[in-house]
């Protein structure tokens, strides 16, 4: 059964950081890209940003190049998402989710899901 | 601000049929695969429909899709209770070199 556990949420203050982490089981990480999306309370989803395979190619949407950084570690099926300079704009959940099509996104298995909440 | 244009909310009544548009453009739907997701209340998304009319293992046969030019929609066929939900449609964009979500559509049950 695939299972994808996101962690490492939680408050932070304008200006902040914060790492998020996937622990996937279940599949074969390794053969897939993955990607991060994102939802504002009450607000619909938004994608952030997915990597190849092997960590060589990295896509991210325009409101967080330069600040978010995905990376991944094969050997130990993990996915995370490292967070700077936080804005309240960021607050929301975000999901790590399997990438079907590789690069051009569609996820077809998804976390829980963890939120951030960006405040002072 | 999505580029892909949903309407708010659709209704009907159960044992119906509902049709849901995403309407986009070149870039996104016009030149790649059209994927749709539902999002019951308080949980992660679930895929339902892939490469504009593909369905995944275990998505009931009453949901279809279809895709023409730059725009694509979502059917519900046998309305049930169950349904109600956010539905999204979705694309990878060429210009903006990312995925893309629709603005998404309530469904409403009657």
């Known amino acids: 059964e695939v299972q994808l556990v996101e962690s490492g949420g939680g408050l932070v203050q304008p200006g902040g950081s914060l790492r998020l982490s996937c622990a996937a089981s279940g599949f074969t990480f390794s053969s897939y890209w993955m990607s991060w999306v994102r939802q504002a309370p009450g607000k619909g989803l938004e994608w952030v940003a997915n990597i190849k395979q092997d960590g060589s190619e990295k896509y991210y949407v325009d409101s967080v190049k330069g600040r978010f950084t995905i990376s991944r570690d094969n050997a130990k099926n993990s996915l995370y998402l490292q967070m700077n300079s936080l804005r309240a704009e960021d607050t929301a959940v975000y999901y790590c989710?399997?990438?079907?099509?590789?690069?051009?996104?569609?996820?077809?298995?998804w976390g829980q899901g963890t939120l951030v909440t960006v405040s002072s | 601000q999505s580029v892909l244009t949903q309407p708010p909310s659709v209704s009907e009544a159960p044992r119906q049929r509902v049709t849901i548009s995403c309407s986009g453009s070149?870039?996104?739907?016009?030149?790649?695969?059209v994927n749709w997701y539902q999002q019951l209340p308080g949980k992660a998304p679930k895929l339902l429909i892939y490469?504009?009319?593909l369905l995944p293992s275990g998505v009931s046969d009453r949901f279809s899709g279809s895709k023409s030019g730059t725009s694509a929609s979502l059917a519900i066929s046998g309305l049930q209770s169950e349904d109600e939900a956010d539905y999204y449609c979705a694309a990878w964009d060429d210009s903006l070199n990312g995925y893309v979500f629709g603005t998404g559509t309530k469904v409403t049950v009657l």
């Open positions: 490469y504009d009319d």
């Open positions: 070149s870039s996104n739907i016009g030149n790649n695969a």
């Open positions: 989710a399997r990438d079907l099509l590789g690069s051009s996104g569609c996820q077809d298995y």
